[in-house]
């Protein structure tokens, strides 16, 4: 069974960095077919795709965000991680990483983390 | 960028009761439309598979259907434990967009 979870700070203050990283256990990150991938939601809101990064080094960023976006993956951990720059109190939101099939969608999430910006 | 328009925000329900979301799609996404239930604190967990395939090891009371623009989520015979907000998703095009979500109450 595969499983993620999210982790880092729950505190950002605005127009820092924030950065978050995704351990993956019960599967490779380095296996094919897959997309790792980053979602969020704002409180009250829905979710929002951020974007994903493929073992090969393929990315795609939702161009809303894209400018501030970067995932990377570390196979030596099997984790892989988020860092969104110059945050706003717009950027508060739980945000989940998840494990994404080629011709399916995403398949295995985690339970998610709370990310607050505010001084 | 494909809008999903999900519908009710909101439902409660009784044990036993059938239940349906709906999932309206702005352009044709085909049958690329997954669902999910989410518990609070809790990941979310892959119910429904390209618009009508049922993931391996969840209860026949779930079911999918639709294809193009029109997509709905049944469960039939609803239980206590299936409590739950539950969203589209598709995966047609990027970037993948969710639909808003529905909060099922059972009472």
């Known amino acids: 069974q595969v499983q993620l979870q999210e982790s880092g700070p729950g505190l950002v203050k605005p127009s820092q960095t924030l950065s978050l990283t995704c351990t993956v256990s019960?599967?490779?990150?380095?296996?094919?077919?897959?997309?790792w991938s980053w979602i969020r939601q704002p409180p009250g809101k829905g979710l929002e795709w951020i974007g994903y990064?493929?073992?090969?080094?393929?990315?795609y960023y939702n161009p809303s965000l894209k400018s501030r976006v970067t995932i990377s993956l570390d196979t030596s951990k099997n984790q892989f991680s988020l860092k969104l720059s110059f945050v706003t109190a717009a950027d508060t939101a739980v945000y989940y990483c998840?494990?994404?099939?080629?011709?399916?969608?995403?398949?295995?999430w985690g339970q998610g983390t709370l990310v607050t910006v505010s001084s | 960028e494909t809008t999903l328009t999900q519908s009710p925000a909101f439902m409660s329900a009784t044990p036993g009761d059938k239940v349906s979301i709906s999932c309206k799609a702005s352009?044709?996404?085909?049958?690329?439309v997954n669902w999910y239930q989410q518990k609070p604190g809790e990941a979310a967990i892959f119910i429904i598979q390209?618009?009508?395939n049922l993931v391996p090891g969840i209860p026949p009371r779930f079911s999918g259907s639709g294809y193009g623009t029109d997509f709905t989520l049944t469960i039939n015979n609803i239980e206590s434990e299936d409590a739950a907000y539950y969203f589209c998703?598709?995966?047609?095009?990027?970037?993948?967009?969710f639909g808003g979500g529905t909060k099922v109450e059972i009472k």
């Open positions: 998703l598709q995966h047609d095009n990027f970037p993948l967009t």
């Open positions: 019960g599967g490779s990150i380095s296996s094919g077919n897959y997309y």
């Open positions: 990064m493929s073992y090969s080094g393929g990315t």
């Open positions: 998840a494990r994404v099939g080629y011709t399916y969608g995403p398949d295995y």
């Open positions: 390209e618009a009508n």
């Open positions: 352009q044709d996404i085909d049958d690329d």
